[in-house]
């Protein structure tokens, strides 16, 4: 202790010599003094066989089991480990390059705020030592998405070096010993077909994320001061789990995809009308054709009846598709030949871009089928698969300046008023104390007009986040109607009974979504102290 009443004494003579100048010199010099009394205290650890440890210390040991070990539902991943150790060298120096480049922006503008000269990085290295997964889940899901949620560990050795120019002086802070654990849900969201096929990027952290790090000042490990590291650490902790811990999420996005959007902007009505001189296939008899319709990156068709033994069939059938974005989308026609044994054969497709619809006005189409839209497969100009002729038309959806008229129609529908087709959107949110007696994994079942709808399975979570959008395109409104929404739980693969149970139900009228065009609320659950979260909206078309 010779040592601090040296540095104490150091410390009164500054503040007396000095006034406050004097007293922060000293405040520092006293923190370096705690810092080297600090060192001279620390001792080798003690290594001990698992069998002499106490239960408090094997607890302690169970956070550093990987999870593929604890939990069944994550898989082990060493494989993209050993790929990550390959390309770490060249990865580490594209991410500090990345890390320069968006950093400066904020030097800039908050360097001359604080009357700084300059703030350089000396030094920027990620190390030599990459991040370990220590496992990783991936959720089954039947939406254009993927979701997987790897859990990671960064114990690197980074060389980061700030320097510091203000009035006349320069400083150097060394962050060094970096250590970060977390686990993250990363979906991969609107999948399409163009590289690397998903337009977006979501991130969110399950739990708050534990980060350790050094930080020399002046030589000495600024974070050995009493209380500071502590301190230090929880603010990191709760401002990251702030911004990013679920259900709050980063999203970046990868490519410019307008289709993609969650809201439709109109319906393209498709009107079937025959086809001609069909390609035969069987070699008894002629076809049984049948026209499948679908808009390219969208998930939802329609299909024609099937013609019996003809290659000039006549349809005269009406469907109408949702519509994100009628500048980007095109609408895929695709001729089969049904089959009682085995796939249906396709006789012949054709693309048609939106781009050139007019809004409400009907445009006819005769076009040739071919093999596929590939413009140097030679098989399609080999032989004819015959003409298909069909219509189309685009309805946008009406402005927001209309919305009172529509809405007035709406109130008057009950009165005989004719009733308006539309998009009946549903987005299942999230819900809330959802529990079962023998298993809880939930998902949510949409029924509404006979036609069923589910979200993708939450593994063993009372609180679920689904933030799935569902969809049906109506000829007429819901008005009448009622959505029927029950949150169920799946078993698991290792629990052979009870395969399915019910976490409570709300049927919710339809009436005040067509009144209001828009509802987003909680929903108390029936048979179940739980709530869901929904948005519903009607379109009218």
Known sequence: MHEFFWFSSLWSWG???YGFEGMCVGLIVVAFGIFLERRTLLQDPIIRQLGELDARSLEE???????WVKNPDYDRVDWLNKFLKDIWPCLEKAICKKLRKKAQPYIDKYGSKYMMNSIDFE?????????????MKVYDTKEREIIFEPSFKFAGNPNIIIAVKAFGLKATVQLVDVQAFATARITLKHLVPMFPCFSKVVISLMDKPHIDFGLKLLGGDVMAIPGLYGFVQDTIRDRVAEMY??????EIPIIDDHSAAKRPVGTVEVKIIRARNLLKTDFMGKADPYVKIRLVNSVLSKTTRTKANTLNPEWHEIFKLPVQDPKSQSLELEVFDWEKLGAHEKMGMQIVPLKDLVDDEPKSFT??????????????SKKSRGDIVFEMTFKAFKEDDNEADIAEESHSASESVPHHGGVLSVTVHQAEEVEGKHHTNPFVELHFRGDKKKTLVIKKSTDPSWEQEFSWQLDDSPISDSL???VLSKRSSMNLFHRQESLGYVDIPLQDVVNNKTINEKFQLVDSPGMIQLELTWRIS
């Open 245 to 250: 811990m679920w259900p709050k999420t980063l």
């Open 123 to 135: 030094s920027l290295t990620l190390g030599t030592l990459p991040p370990t997964f220590v496992g």
């Open 484 to 486: 029927h929404v029950e």
């Open 367 to 380: 076009l040739p089928l071919v093999k596929n839209v590939d413009p140097n497969d030679e098989a399609n």
């Open 15 to 17: 503040t007396w010599s």
């Open 61 to 67: 040991l169970l956070n550093e089991i990987p999870l």
